[in-house]
């Protein structure tokens, strides 16, 4: 692929208010999308006139997704698309999310009173956005930005319950996990598998989190995360 154009779509001339944001967006979608192979140099000066931008939205953007490992920075050579995550990386992403929300469960769940209502919401968004993309996938239309809307609406229910804790180390480092889940997801290339699944799994943490009993969430949520686990191994080694 020539450095000079990237498949960013119709992007347009994009408003200044949210420039950052919205540029990050559609540098996201490139990535998880595959359009550019691993390894490709990334043009800030070749995006930002895809975008109609300056360079440094684009630049921006670049920096916070190195964060993710969707893309890598080499010194004097600028970024590039990151290699696919490895299995070794994919089962330390994993142990590390049963870890950090195996235990951030089980003191959310001291607070389900407040915290049931807000999943509960959370949930039901959860199923709507897997009605739309079931749809979306059945009239062969599914899109890279409702698989980006689908995955924040899952990571949100995640991202609910490290808030529920009240603990402010514990959300900032639910911050650090989407964004390596992020990466994780960079092998996405059909779209989502296992939205049903998450559905239900995503239903049985509630049920525990109704109880009140911490072992009960943190089950819960430790049960969900290694059968996510398992779904991207056999995916990882399907691709």
Not at 190 to 209: C, K, M, P, Q, Y
């Amino acid at each position: 692929m020539s450095e000079s154009t990237y498949p960013l779509g119709q992007a347009g001339v994009i408003e200044r208010k949210g420039l950052r944001d919205r540029v990050y967006d559609l540098v996201l979608d490139m990535l998880v999308s595959q359009s550019v192979a691993p390894g490709t140099r990334l043009s800030i000066d070749a995006i930002a006139r895809d975008l109609n931008v300056s360079p440094t939205p684009v630049r921006e953007a670049l920096v916070q997704l190195e964060r993710t490992g969707l893309v890598t920075r080499e010194p004097l050579k600028g970024y590039r698309v990151a290699p696919q995550i490895t299995d070794g990386q994919l089962e330390s992403l994993f142990d590390t999310r049963i870890v950090l929300e195996g235990g951030a469960a089980a003191l959310a769940a001291r607070h389900s009173d407040d915290l049931v209502p807000q999943l509960e919401a959370a949930l039901d968004e959860h199923r709507r956005i897997t009605e739309r993309v079931r749809a979306a996938a059945e009239a062969g239309s599914l899109s890279v930005a409702l698989l980006r809307e689908y995955f924040a609406v899952d990571w949100n229910f995640h991202h609910l319950i490290f808030e529920g804790t009240n603990n402010p180390f514990l959300i900032d480092m639910s911050e650090v996990i989407s964004t390596r889940v992020h990466r994780m997801r960079q092998t996405v290339l059909s779209g989502v598998t296992d939205a049903e699944d998450a559905v239900t799994e995503h239903s049985r943490i509630l049920d525990a989190f109704r109880t009140g009993d911490p072992d009960a969430v943190a089950a819960a949520m430790r049960d969900h995360i290694e059968l996510v686990r398992s779904r991207s191994r056999s995916d990882a080694h399907t691709q």
